[in-house]
């Protein structure tokens, strides 16, 4: 019973796979839409549970997506859309979903490449293999088309005809061109995704107005396959393989574009063979952009792809999450490249030689008591700044280096040779990083080495265009000194001595310091594989556990099955991609840890997780679909402090979110013990306390060799 069951839900996931589902219904309902057609939606059917099941034999373990199934059930509805439902035809489809599982793992290799290097993403390559094979065998072995292409209905009375029309449009992304069955589909990709639906509509519309303008006479069936191909670019190009924006956007309607172009000359070419291009301009289309458009081409493209397709909702609410965390596109994260604090003198922009191509940098100096010098200031030891060590920002390799040209004495400078000595960094992609001004014989290391964050280049001085010993660090586009410059931030840092920041842009006057790592705290907020964390919430225990996935993932899944990624990087913990299960404990330990950083200090920082996190009402869940209808994101500001009667550390964040009926405030409390990591949590929405959950034990599951163990923790009330 358990095998069919989870057959069924396979074949509902794949259903529901090209729109990115995660709910069933989204697959029962393109199940029906398929259905609408008896004859096509049995041969889809048919084709799906076949490669369910030679997927089994075989013992292959399945594709993400379940792509090999989607594929399959594509194939068999292509086939039962020219040809009916026949038993020969069905015998052909179940054929198609032995041969689409084998093909679909063959060309993922093919495509992907060894360690994925060619990158190309799999689409419907399997699916036009498979049909155009299924298709050439019916017409050899004479059976009979059902028409040229699938048949119109008739339309209901109480339908317009226009509507009737683009209702069938949508209905023939399954192969389905029927008014019920476009209907179907609507509502199963609003459900799914309503931005989907959106770029859906807008990609069909616009390759039908293309091929309208181009044709005075289009022929019969030409506007119906780009119309097919036009929404599924729209689809993936404008909203699953990248964020959506308006770089985006305007791809993917250069996209539909072409794939309009492709499906007009596919389909006079194919005409006399009788063999149809079904979603060839869409797999081509995508192909290209994505071969050509990506980082080894220009940095333009460096982080436009998503590694892994995502519904447009969720790559946006991610957006937001991590360019609050300081993973914001289009900017380099980097260390500050010195220890102890340090003052901006010029920020970006800065009136004096912060200007044009060179308009991304910092220059920084040291000041006790406002001043960056004692006694008068004549000679260069008197400066703060001088002589102090230069650290490495970043990880990469020193391709060139100068430390030869004698300081400038203070308020002179040397404006032949304005960088001085330098060190310049190749940290990849194109990028390098310039720390200048250093002193004379202080360089510490050589072109061809690499160098780690924190790892010493040399010594602040006031060599070049410089007054006054200070230290300049800029990111250039290129290996020749005084390359444009680009932005980047200062990650793992403080701000005025409190703010801390994955993501800062100091001003001129601001203070920066790093933040130094606490090794206990590490340890302990470090999601190890098979640790363990037993919460007890008034007579019930919930169990947190941290599991490491095939490609070296970590997450944190909960005893109800709710999953969240747990990324830890030197400086700090951050949660993200909740998953799974719903699990209102998980989410408020998410909400109160969903970014720890690794310091024994007081903090202040801001953060934006998901707002689907805070658990709502029906009808503020409601309010916040229309105030936010393409997913959102709280604003949260985090505060950690010292409780010295408790020897903890209470780390408080104050959650705001903005619905059509007004704002909603909610604040989490987390509690972090430096032997044991988080030890208590609690969550108050409007003034009702939802959630207060503390550790009661903890321990590790143990592995082949690694006993395992447990403990008991006294518990620790939130309140």
């Not at 972090?672 to 208590?680: C, I, Y």
Request: charged share 15%; net charge neutral.
């Amino acid at each position: 019973m358990k095998v069919l069951i989870d057959g069924l839900h396979s074949l509902l996931d794949a259903y529901g796979a090209l729109f990115l589902a995660r709910q069933r219904v989204v697959g029962a309902l393109l199940l029906a839409a398929t259905l609408c057609d008896p004859a096509t939606g049995l041969c889809g059917l048919l084709a799906g549970v076949s490669a369910l099941l030679t997927r089994a034999l075989l013992r292959l373990p399945g594709l993400p997506g379940e792509a090999e199934i989607l594929n399959a059930i594509y194939a068999g509805l292509a086939l039962g859309a020219f040809y009916g439902g026949p038993p020969r035809t069905l015998a052909l489809a179940a054929f198609g979903g032995l041969l689409a599982v084998p093909l679909a793992t063959a060309l993922r290799q093919m495509l992907a490449g060894p360690f994925g290097a060619r990158g190309l993403p799999l689409l419907g390559a399997p699916f036009l293999c498979t049909a155009w094979t299924l298709l050439a065998v019916a017409k050899t072995i004479a059976l009979p088309l059902r028409t040229l292409w699938p048949a119109w209905p008739v339309f209901p009375d109480w339908l317009p005809a226009a509507s009737a029309t683009a209702l069938s449009h949508v209905g023939a992304l399954f192969f389905v061109a029927h008014p019920l069955a476009g209907l179907l589909v609507l509502a199963a990709v609003l459900l799914a995704s309503p931005l989907l639906a959106l770029l859906a509509i807008a990609g069909g519309l616009l390759a039908s107005g293309l091929l309208s303008v181009a044709s005075s006479t289009p022929l019969s069936g030409l506007a119906l396959l780009g119309v097919f191909n036009g929404a599924l670019v729209a689809i993936f190009v404008g909203g699953t393989l990248a964020v959506p924006s308006r770089r985006t956007l305007l791809l993917a309607a250069g996209a539909v574009l072409v794939a309009s172009a492709l499906s007009a000359g596919m389909f006079a070419l194919s005409m006399p063979l009788g063999v149809p291009p079904l979603s060839a301009p869409f797999v081509l289309t995508v192909w290209l952009a994505s071969a050509a458009l990506r980082a080894e081409s220009s940095t333009f493209w460096s982080r436009f792809w998503l590694p892994v397709p995502a519904s447009p909702e969720d790559s946006m609410v991610n957006a937001r999450l991590a360019s609050a965390r300081g993973l914001a596109s289009g900017s380099v994260a980097l260390l500050p490249p010195y220890a102890g604090r340090m003052v901006v003198s010029q920020a970006v922009d800065g009136p004096h030689t912060h200007r044009g191509e060179w308009r991304y940098a910092l220059d920084f100096v040291r000041l006790v008591d406002d001043q960056s010098y004692r006694r008068d200031g004549a000679r260069l030891n008197d400066f703060h700044a001088f002589d102090q060590p230069v650290l490495s920002p970043a990880d990469g390799y020193v391709v060139a280096c100068r430390g030869d040209i004698a300081d400038n004495r203070p308020g002179e400078m040397n404006l032949v040779e304005n960088w001085g000595n330098h060190v310049l960094i190749d940290i990849g992609a194109g990028l390098y990083v310039l720390l200048a001004h250093l002193r004379r014989g202080s360089i510490k290391v050589e072109p061809g080495q690499r160098v780690a964050p924190g790892a010493l280049l040399g010594r602040c001085g006031n060599s070049g265009r410089s007054a006054q010993p200070h230290l300049h660090l800029h990111v250039q586009r290129g290996p020749r000194l005084g390359s444009p410059t680009v932005p980047f931030h200062l990650a793992h840092c403080l701000i005025d001595g409190r703010e801390y920041a994955l993501d800062g842009h100091p001003q001129e006057g601001q203070s920066v310091e790093a933040v130094l790592n606490a090794p206990s705290i590490a340890a302990a907020c470090a999601p190890r594989a098979g640790r363990e964390w037993l919460f007890g919430e008034q007579a019930s225990e919930w169990r947190l556990a941290a599991e490491v996935g095939l490609l070296g993932e970590t997450s944190l899944v909960s005893s109800s099955g709710g999953r969240v990624q747990a990324s830890s990087a030197r400086s700090l913990l951050a949660l993200h991609e909740r998953r799974g299960s719903p699990d209102r404990l998980l989410d408020a330990f998410v909400l109160a840890f969903g970014m720890t950083p690794f310091a024994a200090q007081g903090l202040h920082w801001c953060d934006a997780p998901d707002a689907s996190l805070l658990p709502l009402p029906l009808a503020l869940r409601l309010a916040r679909r229309l105030r936010h209808p393409f997913g959102g994101n709280l604003e949260s500001e985090c505060e950690r402090s010292w409780d010295p009667a408790r020897r903890l550390w209470c780390q408080r964040s104050c959650h705001r979110l903005t619905t059509a009926l007004g704002e909603v405030e909610s604040e989490s409390i987390g509690w972090l013990s430096e032997a044991r990591g988080p030890v208590a949590f609690s969550l108050v929405v409007d003034g009702q306390t939802i959630v207060d959950a503390a550790l009661v034990g903890y321990g590790n599951r143990g592995d082949h060799g690694v006993p395992a163990w447990s403990a008991a923790y006294p518990q620790t009330s939130t309140s």
